[in-house]
């Protein structure tokens, strides 16, 4: 069955960094284009990122545009987010998942405090 594990996220500073990986497993990764979500307290989940399957397309929310980086690694099954200039409204759980397969992972919990 189609599983993804995220992880990387953590306690950072404003203005710091991150890099969250997800490793995605039980189906053909190079076929999906992958996304990343986030779901902040109170908040409905919002598309972050999006990446085509060969990684030649990326697509990103205005609020993220010029600081997040999504990226792949089709031999390794990972999609990764690189978080650059961390902000407090950056604070959610952070998911991956494949485009059009309805599986979630547990995801992994960013916050950005001081």
């Known amino acids: 069955q189609v599983q993804l594990v995220e992880s990387g996220g953590g306690l950072v500073e404003p203005g710091g960094s991150l890099r969250l990986s997800c490793i995605a497993s039980?189906?053909?990764?190079?076929?999906?284009?992958m996304r990343w979500y986030r779901q902040a307290p109170g908040k409905e989940r919002e598309l972050v990122a999006h990446?085509?399957?060969?990684?030649?397309?990326?697509n990103y929310a205005d609020s993220v545009k010029g600081r997040f980086t999504i990226s792949r690694d089709n031999a390794k099954n990972t999609v990764y987010l690189q978080m650059n200039n961390l902000k407090p409204e950056d604070t959610a759980v952070y998911y991956c998942?494949?485009?059009?397969?309805?599986?979630w992972g547990q995801g992994t919990q960013v916050t950005v405090s001081s």
């Open positions: 990446i085509s399957s060969v990684g030649g397309t990326t």
């Open positions: 998942k494949a485009v059009r397969l309805g599986s």
């Open positions: 039980g189906f053909t990764f190079s076929s999906y284009a």
